[in-house]
């Protein structure tokens, strides 16, 4: 299993991908609200925001996963940065 305890900065020339941290909720949750992204992801689990803080809050301490949020991007269309990835 790979050890994801150290949480990096990814950093490329047209984005930035970066440790989520409850202090990304606000700008994450209309992506858990949009029914787009339900549909797409098969995720049918209605997350509120006490929820999401609690989750990204306790993600700097584990080992076992590492979720990234894009905090910036140099393309055209990009300004909201609401972008993340899980591995």
């Known amino acids: 299993m790979p050890d994801f ?7 490329g020339d047209l984005v930035v991908l ?17 029914p787009e992204v339900t549909r797409l992801t098969g995720n049918h689990t209605h997350f509120d925001e006490a929820t999401l803080v ?3 809050g306790s993600r700097g301490a584990t080992d076992n ?4 949020r ?13 972008g993340w990835t899980r591995r």
């Open 5 to 11: 305890s150290h949480k990096p900065t990814l950093t």
């Open 18 to 34: 970066r440790p989520v941290t409850e202090a990304d909720v606000p700008a994450l949750l209309p992506v858990f609200e949009d």
């Open 54 to 56: 609690k989750r990204y």
């Open 65 to 68: 996963r590492l979720s990234t």
């Open 70 to 82: 894009r905090a910036s991007c140099g393309a055209p269309c990009c300004g909201r940065g609401s």
